[in-house]
């Protein structure tokens, strides 16, 4: 196919959120809550079992009173606080104040790191003239996170679940993408680490090619590989 626009996902994909143990040590550090290393390390144990960091690891259960709003929490912003707070909530931190801090800091341009080859991939999409647009489920808006990083200049739409209230895999928000990019979907590469949301694209007749969800420093080049631009892999 001749690749004239290149969807991708966010987290996973193009950046990799914070370690659940530094994304506590810099909540606690904020607010000033002093903790002994022994409940340190048992309140990071539960924070990751109970998958309270968005992008971090997943639950490994979610509980059944929090099932349905888990399962739709990237419709809207507020779906998706409730959601992951009361997951997080699962675990008795010390500060009845940490919860919402957490939330709040996960949406940071710091809690964020972009993948080695991201930028590299990016501007030789734009570059070569591949129109390229992010599209991701998620809860809240990115875009300052891009910004931070300096991506922002090579991403001409965000189509964000929440701003729509439909989530992937739901065609139509891949539909949404391709149509804020001008692009017939067959035309159009999506790029994500979730086989099954990320996968929806191919419904549309778009082409979908998957990186690993990995730590940045055991990704350098997952972009890069996927040969989305002639001369770079």
């Known amino acids: 196919m001749q690749i004239k626009g290149v969807l991708f996902d966010f987290s996973g994909t193009l950046f990799r959120i914070e370690p659940v143990r530094s994304w506590l040590r810099a909540v606690l550090t904020e607010r000033e809550v002093t903790v002994d290393e022994a409940d340190f390390e048992r309140y990071v144990s539960e924070l990751e079992a109970a998958g309270a960091l968005p992008g971090g690891p997943p639950p490994r259960q979610v509980p059944a009173r929090l099932a349905a709003v888990w ?73 300052p996170v891009f910004r931070a990083h300096g991506l922002d200049s ?43 949301a990320d996968g929806g694209a191919a419904a549309l007749g778009c082409d979908v090619r998957f990186v690993r969800h990995l730590p940045v420093e055991e990704r350098p080049d997952g972009l890069r590989t996927l040969g989305l631009v002639p001369g770079v892999a």
Not at 115 to 122: C, G, M
Not at 157 to 185: M, N, W
């Open 71 to 143: 399962a739709t929490r990237d419709q809207s912003a507020e779906l998706h606080r409730e959601a992951f707070t009361n997951v997080a909530r699962q675990v008795a931190l010390p500060d009845p104040g940490l919860y919402d801090a957490l939330y709040e800091r996960h949406r940071t341009p710091a809690a964020w790191r972009p993948y080695p080859d991201a930028a590299e991939v990016l501007g030789a999409l734009r570059d070569s003239g591949i129109r390229t647009g992010v599209v991701s489920n998620i809860g809240w808006d990115l875009r």
């Open 154 to 196: 090579s991403i001409e739409s965000y189509v964000l679940s929440y701003e729509h209230g439909i989530q992937k895999p739901d065609a139509r928000i891949f539909h949404t993408a391709c149509t804020s990019l001008g692009l017939d979907p067959a035309d159009v590469v999506m790029v994500g680490d979730d086989r099954q």
